[in-house]
T-cell receptor, first 113, second 117 residues
Framework: DAGITQSPRHKVTETGTPVTLRCHQT?????MYWYRQDPGHGLRLIHY???????DKGEVSDGYSVSRSKTEDFLLTLESATSSQTSVYFC????????????FGSGTQLSVL | AQSVTQPDIHITVSEGASLELRCNYS??????LFWYVQSPGQGLQLLLK??????LVQGIKGFEAEFKRSQSSFNLRKPSVHWSDAAEYFC???????????????FGKGTKLTVNP
């Protein structure tokens, strides 16, 4: 299995508080992604990164920011969490290039009360 | 905008029966196409992918998928389903190199498969 670690695995927080989720990889892959998964919506891309300090928005980026200061770490921040951000968050990595696949982490269950 | 449609939210089949899960993509040209499977409480695992060449691709666990440009489809099939195939299946696409390429992978909403004994 690809070396991807998401932390924390579970988090409960209150509306209005900041939350940071961490994705750490040991594969030295160029591309990293944050998805959220919600029933009836499948996986939706929040942000992705194509290199250190290089990021781009996905389909549902409002309310989220990301940072990548090192190849191995990709952080997702909810500046002021809302109940609509209760979801399962998946990090994925890819070496990139033609047709390369994504490797997924185990997910973070976030509940915003 | 790039999109992937999986028309069936939930499918139930009997063990040993054949299976076909439908997927349609929005691009007119040839995107890169993928099928992923997710077991309960797990991340996603790649079943197979298509980016060029033979339109019938083989994947893991006995799955195959056929790319049909005329129908903008990439349906997943298995001739005989096993109880362990019960899971949620996601079709995904990204722009191919002929369209400028993209590393953004867009997923369909998923099809949940139930297998009856």
């Amino acid at each position: 299995d690809a070396g991807i670690t998401q932390s924390p695995r579970h988090k409960v927080t209150e509306t209005g508080t900041p939350v940071t989720l961490r994705c750490h990889q040991t594969e030295n892959h160029r591309y990293m992604y944050w998805y959220r998964q919600d029933p009836g919506h499948g996986l939706r891309l929040i942000h992705y990164s194509y290199g250190v300090k290089d990021t781009d928005k996905g389909e549902v980026s409002d309310g989220y920011s990301v940072s990548r200061s090192k190849t191995e770490d990709f952080l997702l921040t909810l500046e002021s969490a809302t109940s609509s951000q209760t979801s399962v968050y998946f990090c994925a990595i890819s070496p990139g290039g033609r047709g390369e696949k994504l490797f997924f982490g185990s997910g973070t269950q976030l509940s915003v009360l | 905008a790039q999109s992937v449609t999986q028309p069936d939210i939930h499918i139930t089949v009997s063990e040993g029966a054949s299976l076909e899960l439908r997927c349609n993509y929005s691009y007119g040209a040839t995107p890169y196409l993928f099928w992923y499977v997710q077991s309960p409480g797990q991340g996603l695992q790649l079943l197979l992918k298509y980016f060029s060449g033979d339109t019938l691709v083989q994947g893991i666990k006995g799955f195959e998928a056929e790319f049909k440009r005329s129908q903008s489809s990439f349906n997943l099939r298995k001739p005989s389903v096993h109880w362990s195939d019960a899971a949620e299946y996601f079709c995904a696409s990204r722009r191919g190199s002929a369209q400028g390429g993209s590393e953004k992978l867009v997923f369909g909403k998923g099809t949940k498969l139930t297998v009856n004994p």
